[in-house]
């Protein structure tokens, strides 16, 4: 007969499971036996005791109604003797019926006749109670308390024997108990140590080849094929050990065959690595450097040798890069990063030098993230042009301020004092101009702006300014030109909504942009609407309209220079409004962003700092 593993631990468990049994056969029996000693408490001696009881009871209350009769309340007296008589033959009837102890019957026939021979003096009450108060006495002290005191002595002798049998029958209980927790015990500990010594044996034979699988796995994982696991059995394990062998020399075989190759390709990904104009530094999931090329570590200025290994703080020492890595590789995807964060600048000997940097996780095919590759591309040159192209911008805007201002004082002074020279076509044409070059001043002076911004040179008057007055004056100053489009605006700030701390010009020259965008957009009997509510720190601040909402092609841009819209809404601006506001919010510290769907309006938010509380005792 073949012994498989199968059948070694049905074999095992089976033994176990009959221990068990056993124990739960003895245990049942047991507690049976004194399930029954409880159950015969209950059935021969407690219902006598408690029928006992009430007797007494009963009896003592008849007694105290004879007392109040001799006393001169004859109808009470009577009434609570009548009652408790009928409440002492019922629990005589119980104490009857319920005889179960060697001469409880002769105590229960005493009861009886007492009690008869107590409710036989009862006539002789009425008569004695107008006699005078010393027969009176007389009589309840010779006649019936005697009588009274017999049958309560005779009762209460029947619940002490009862009480005593109830003592002997719980003494045998107890020591039943004790016999079974002995046996219970003896039994229950032979099972354990059976069960344990068997567990032991199973466990031997089944934790030996693993145990030997187990080395000979590490071996294989260090690069040492040449294992075999001796094999001792034909049961399963012994067959598994059979296979393990064959993957073994399988294994051998095809890393003998593939280890040039598998070197091959690394010394080629590593050619590669180190050939990347970029710098490249690869971080497994716990944060250390695995490798970087000679462009990384010439820009973090560190050995790509001495680096890997090394924590990615102790080889880039920027604390915010790394809380980008962090995210990727808790998240497993790239970090949201805007732009403008996406640049490390680095200071050198021979200047600043700027690195655009990409964080990218890396994930197997099938399991587990690798890690994250952090690219470090050299933008120095692009953000000097940056810098340059700005600082141009902000020289040619401010240095044709002068000769605008100067054509359009002419043009105005044309427009007052010609119009009397000049024919209606020539007056046309001077009336063009005139709004060209107003179109031209907006511009240069929004390109200004934004290049101060840009280049943080414009400064803001930050003070503590009440939301709804700034949404007051922004509605107010489009209620004529809402009226001529019919156009309905409105705006709601909850009561007890806190301060911003803002620069009051600059938050209305973005609510003046937002409200002149929503009213041209929105149709005619549209709405236009701005609220305000507290979130946290901040106050969000929204426009919004219903008219025909923004493109998704176009949400994720509509904020950065020179963007605008394509429909048949034209506003015949430059496309720098939205840019300007979303510089003006940042530079107090909130975020500006669209909410749209085609079709159904468009919703503008932007979020303030709240002003901090002044303290009590302090002045604003």
């Not at 301060?499 to 929105?522: C, P, S």
């Not at 549209?526 to 969000?540: E, N």
């Amino acid at each position: 007969m073949t012994w498989t593993l199968r059948k070694k631990i049905f074999l095992g468990y089976g033994i176990t499971l009959i221990l068990m049994v056993l124990i739960l056969v003895w245990a049942f029996i047991h507690l049976w036996d004194l399930g029954q000693a409880s159950e015969a408490i209950l059935r021969e001696n407690y219902r006598s005791i408690l029928a006992a009881e009430n007797m007494v009871y009963a009896l003592e209350r008849q007694d105290s109604a004879v007392l109040l009769i001799l006393l001169g309340y004859g109808a009470e007296g009577w009434k609570q003797f009548r009652e408790n008589e009928g409440q002492f033959f019922q629990w005589l009837g119980r104490a009857k019926d319920n005889i179960t102890i060697e001469g409880e019957d002769k105590i229960v026939g005493a009861i009886e006749t007492g009690y008869a021979a107590y409710l036989g003096h009862s006539p002789q009450i009425k008569p004695i109670s107008v006699a005078g108060s010393q027969k009176t006495a007389i009589f309840y002290h010779e006649t019936m308390l005697p009588s009274f005191l017999k049958v309560r002595e005779t009762c209460i002798r029947l619940r002490e024997i009862n009480q005593e049998n109830m003592y002997k029958v719980s003494d045998h209980a107890s020591l039943m108990a004790k016999r079974a927790i002995w046996s219970m015990g003896i039994i229950g500990f032979a099972a354990v140590a059976i069960g344990v010594a068997f567990s032991l044996f199973l466990s031997n034979l089944l934790v030996r080849p693993v145990q030997q699988m187990m080395l000979a796995t590490q071996k294989i994982a260090e690069g040492s094929y040449d294992v075999e696991v001796p094999i001792k059995s034909s049961d399963e394990l012994g067959r598994l050990t059979e296979e393990f062998n064959s993957m073994a020399k399988k294994l051998q075989a095809y890393h003998s065959l593939n280890i040039e190759q598998i070197m091959a390709e690394k010394r080629k990904s590593e050619s590669i690595i180190r050939s990347i104009d970029d710098g490249l530094v690869l971080i497994d999931a716990d944060y250390k450097v695995t490798d970087l090329n000679p462009m990384a570590g010439s820009i973090l200025q560190v050995d790509p040798e001495k680096a890997v290994a090394r924590h990615f703080l102790e080889v880039v020492k920027n604390e915010q890069l790394f809380n980008y890595v962090k995210q990727s590789i808790e998240s497993g995807e790239p970090p949201p990063i805007e732009e403008k964060q996406k640049v490390l600048t680095v200071d050198r000997d021979k200047g600043r030098r700027h690195y655009q940097f990409s964080v990218t996780p890396v994930h197997a095919r099938t399991g587990p993230l690798l890690g994250v590759v952090l690219l470090l591309r050299d933008v120095t040159r692009l953000a000097e042009l940056d810098r340059l192209k700005s600082e141009f911008v902000m020289t040619a805007s401010h240095e044709l301020r002068t000769p605008l201002t100067s054509i359009g004082m002419s043009i105005d002074l044309l427009l007052e004092s010609a119009p009397k020279k000049l024919d209606g076509k020539e007056l046309q044409l001077l009336s063009a101009a005139h709004e060209d070059l107003q179109r031209l001043k907006i511009l240069v002076n929004n390109l200004l702006d934004l290049s101060r911004i840009e280049a943080g040179k414009m400064e803001m008057e930050f003070s503590r300014h009440p939301v709804r007055p700034l949404l007051a004056q922004a509605v107010d100053s489009f209620r004529i030109p809402a009226e001529q489009k019919g156009v309905a605006l409105s705006y709601q700030a909850p009561e007890g909504l806190p301060d911003i701390q803002a620069d009051g010009n600059r938050i209305a020259w973005v609510l003046t942009n937002l409200m002149a965008n929503a009213l041209h957009f929105a149709p005619s009997g549209g709405t236009v609407r701005l609220t305000a509510g507290a979130f946290g720190p901040f106050v969000q601040i929204s426009v919004s309209d219903n008219g025909p909402g923004i493109p998704y092609e176009y949400q994720s841009k509509i904020f950065d220079k020179f963007v605008q819209v394509k429909s048949n809404h034209i506003l015949g601006g430059s496309g720098l409004g939205l840019a300007i506001c979303r510089e003006i919010v940042r530079a107090h510290g909130g975020t500006i962003w669209v909410d749209s769907v085609p079709g159904e309006g468009s919703a503008f938010h932007f979020t303030l700092p709240v002003a901090a509380q002044i303290r009590k005792g302090e002045e604003a």
